[in-house]
Antibody
Framework: EVQLVESGGGLVQPGGSLRLSCAAS????????MHWVRQATGKNLEWVSV???????YYSGSVKGRFTISRENAKNSLYLQMNSLRAGDTAVYYC?????????????WGQGTMVTVSS | DIQMTQSPSTLSASVGDRVTITCRAS??????LAWYQQKPGKAPKLLIY???SLESGVPLRFSGSGSGTEFTLTISSLQPDDFATYYC?????????FGQGTKVEIK
């Protein structure tokens, strides 16, 4: 079964750090661009970051310089290192597979992990 | 940056109704548009890609159309399982953009 499972969310104080993980299974992880997408409670989906198959990375303006995306293909794992966290980063964070071969869509999503930034 | 605007924000409908949701892009995006369904507490689920291609396993009552700047998602006969929030999404030049969502409620 094709599956993504996030972990690592929790409560953190403003200015703190957190590392999210996403474990992939059921597909050739190294062959896909992988993304993080977040959603604050009751709000819209917001794209956060992508890492390509070659390790190239891109970030939304709201997290650039604070978040770092990485991947470890040998472990079929995606990561998001979040530093200098703010209240506005509070959201459910989803990892998602990008189906770029002509589809240009997120075809597989994890169940999400909740990040709460609060004192 | 390309902006994606969905309408309506909320839609009240009954089981069996034909439902249409619109997504407008601030500039032409060819056919690079996807539609997702999200239920409360769940991850989004891909329904339609490339504006009109049905994702595998998605019921045939869902269809997508449009190109350029105006796109529609149609549910031909609304079923109880379809009450959810629907999002359109576009990719261009390393920016992935979602519409603000359309909530389909029970009338």
């Amino acid at each position: 079964e094709v599956q993504l499972v996030e972990s690592g969310g929790g409560l953190v104080q403003p200015g703190g750090s957190l590392r999210l993980s996403c474990a992939a299974s059921g597909f050739t992880f190294s062959s896909y661009d992988m993304h993080w997408v977040r959603q604050a409670t009751g709000k819209n989906l917001e794209w956060v970051s992508v890492i390509g198959t070659a390790g190239d990375t891109y970030y939304s303006g709201s997290v650039k310089g604070r978040f770092t995306i990485s991947r470890e293909n040998a472990k079929n794992s995606l990561y998001l290192q979040m530093n200098s966290l703010r209240a506005g980063d509070t959201a459910v964070y989803y990892c998602a597979r990008w189906h770029g071969s002509g589809a240009y869509a997120f075809d597989i999503w994890g169940q999400g992990t909740m990040v709460t930034v609060s004192s | 940056d390309i902006q994606m605007t969905q309408s309506p924000s909320t839609l009240s409908a009954s089981v069996g109704d034909r439902v249409t949701i619109t997504c407008r892009a601030s500039q032409s995006i060819s056919s690079w548009l996807a539609w997702y369904q999200q239920k409360p507490g769940k991850a989004p689920k891909l329904l339609i890609y490339k504006a009109s291609s049905l994702e595998s396993g998605v019921p045939l009552r869902f269809s997508g159309s449009g190109s350029g700047t105006e796109f529609t998602l149609t549910i031909s006969s609304l079923q109880p399982d379809d009450f959810a929030t629907y999002y359109c999404q576009h990719y261009n030049s390393y920016l992935w953009t979602f519409g603000q969502g359309t909530k389909v409620e029970i009338k």
